[in-house]
C-alpha cells in the first residue's frame, strides 16, 4: 500500500508541474485587464483635476476626455470580450489539462500491468529470507545465515559456510573475517590455516600481508607438502624482495608437481616473471631490511637505481659479461625493452672477438625474444 501512495504523489506532483503554467496564465490575462481599466480611471479624474484648476484648455481637455473614453471602451469591450476569446484560447489549454489528468495515470497503468507483477503479493524480509533455498536467492542465503550466526556465533560450520559466500559475491574483507572467526573456534587445519591466509591476500588486493604469511607458515608447519600454502608462502617471499629465495620455493614446487596438475601453469609463470630478476644486481643486508617495508613502487624505485649504477659502472668498465647479461635481464624486468637490446648490443661490441661470449649474448636475446645482431 505505502508504494501506490508513492506512486500517487509522485503522479500528483508531476500533473502539478505540467498544468500549474496554464492556470497562470490565464488569471495573469485576467489581471493586466483589469489593471489597464484601473489606470484609464485615474487618468480620467487626474483630467478633471487639472481642467478645474485652469491647468489645461477646454478644447485640449475635451479631446483628451474623447481619447480616454476610447480607450476605455475599447479596455471594457476587451474585458467582456475576454471570457469568448479567452474560451477560444482556453479550449486547447483544457484539452491539454483534461489529457494530462486521465492520459498520464492511464498510461502509467497500463505500463505497470503489462510490465510489472500486480498480482504479486507484498514480501516481508524476513518471508524472503526463510524462501531464500526454495527461490535460489543467494543474497537471501547469505542474509539467512547471518541471521543463523547472529543467534549463534560460536558454530564453526556456519562461519565456514559464509566466508566463501561473501568470496562469491565480492566481499572480501568480510569473507577473512568470517575465517578469521572460524580459525580462532576451531582446531585450525593446514587447509583452514591456507583459506585463512588466502582471504587475507583476497581482502588485502592481492598482497601477502604480515598476517597472511603467518598464517601459511602455520599451515606448512602442520603439513610441509601443501601446495597451495607452498605457493602462497613463495609469493610472500617474492614480494619481499628476496627473488633468489622465492625462485627456489617456485622450482621447488614444479619439481614435485604431477605433469596434469592444474596449477602447474600458475607456477611456471611466476618462473617466469622472477627468473629474469634473480640474475639483477643483489641486494646487500641493509637494502633488503630497508626494502621489507617499503611499497612496491617504492622497492622497484630502488631497483630501478641499482641497476642504474650498474650501466654506470659498465659504461666505465665493459669487460663484464656476466654484468651486462645481468643488466638486460633486470632491463626487461624493468619493462624497458630498448634499453635491454642496448646492453646487449653494448655487451657484443665489447666482446666481439669472443666467440663463446657472443653465443650467451645470442642465447639471452632468443630467451627475451629480441632481435638478433648481425654482430654475433
Not at 162 to 189: C, N
Not at 193 to 207: C, N, R
Request: glycine share 6%.
Amino acid at each position: 500500500m505505502s508504494l501506490w501512495i508513492i506512486f500517487a504523489c509522485l503522479t500528483a506532483a508531476v500533473l502539478g508541474f505540467v498544468l500549474l503554467p496554464l492556470f497562470r496564465r490565464q488569471s495573469d490575462l485576467a489581471g493586466r485587464k483589469a489593471y489597464d481599466l484601473a489606470v484609464y480611471r485615474d487618468q480620467l479624474a487626474e483630467l478633471e483635476r487639472d481642467r478645474a484648476a485652469g491647468l489645461i484648455l477646454q478644447n485640449d481637455a475635451e479631446a483628451a476626455r474623447n481619447e480616454l473614453g476610447r480607450r476605455m471602451l475599447a479596455a471594457d469591450a476587451g474585458e467582456s470580450a475576454a471570457p469568448q476569446s479567452g474560451s477560444a484560447s482556453a479550449a486547447p489549454a483544457k484539452v491539454v489539462m483534461l489529457a494530462a489528468l486521465v492520459g498520464i495515470p492511464a498510461v502509467a497503468l497500463t505500463a505497470y500491468t503489462i510490465l510489472g507483477r500486480p498480482d504479486l503479493p507484498d514480501v516481508p524480509r524476513q518471508q524472503r529470507i526463510a524462501d531464500a533455498v526454495k527461490n535460489n536467492d543467494f543474497t537471501g542465503m547469505i542474509a539467512q545465515v547471518e541471521a543463523h550466526l547472529a543467534k549463534n556465533p560460536q558454530d564453526v560450520q556456519g562461519w565456514l559456510v559464509l566466508a566463501p559466500a561473501y568470496r562469491r559475491i565480492g566481499r572480501f574483507t568480510e569473507a577473512a573475517q568470517a575465517m578469521a572467526k572460524a580459525v580462532a573456534l576451531s582446531e585450525p587445519t593446514p587447509q583452514l590455516w591456507t583459506d585463512y591466509g588466502e582471504a587475507l591476500v583476497l581482502a588485502a588486493k592481492g598482497i601477502v600481508t604480515s598476517n597472511a604469511r603467518t598464517a601459511f607458515e602455520k599451515a606448512l608447519k602442520l603439513d610441509k607438502n601443501h601446495v597451495k600454502a607452498q605457493f602462497y608462502h613463495a609469493l610472500a617471499v617474492k614480494q619481499e624482495g628476496d627473488t633468489e629465495a622465492a625462485l627456489a620455493e617456485f622450482k621447488a614446487i614444479l619439481k614435485k608437481a604431477p605433469k596434469t596438475a592444474a596449477y602447474r601453469n600458475a607456477i611456471e609463470r611466476q618462473i617466469a616473471l622472477i627468473q629474469p630478476v634473480a640474475k639483477a644486481p643483489a641486494l646487500s643486508k641493509e637494502q633488503m631490511e630497508s626494502a621489507k617495508d617499503m611499497s612496491t613502487g617504492d622497492r622497484m624505485e630502488m631497483i630501478r637505481g641499482m641497476v642504474d649504477q650498474l650501466a654506470g659502472r659498465l659504461a666505465e668498465n665493459g669487460k663484464d659479461l656476466e654484468g651486462w647479461l645481468r643488466l638486460a635481464n633486470a632491463r626487461m624486468v624493468l619493462g624497458e625493452k630498448d634499453k635491454a637490446v642496448a646492453a646487449l648490443n653494448s655487451a657484443a661490441e665489447q666482446f666481439r672477438d669472443d666467440a663463446g661470449a657472443l653465443r650467451r649474448i645470442k642465447d639471452a636475446r632468443t630467451q627475451h625474444g629480441l632481435p638478433e645482431s648481425s654482430q654475433e
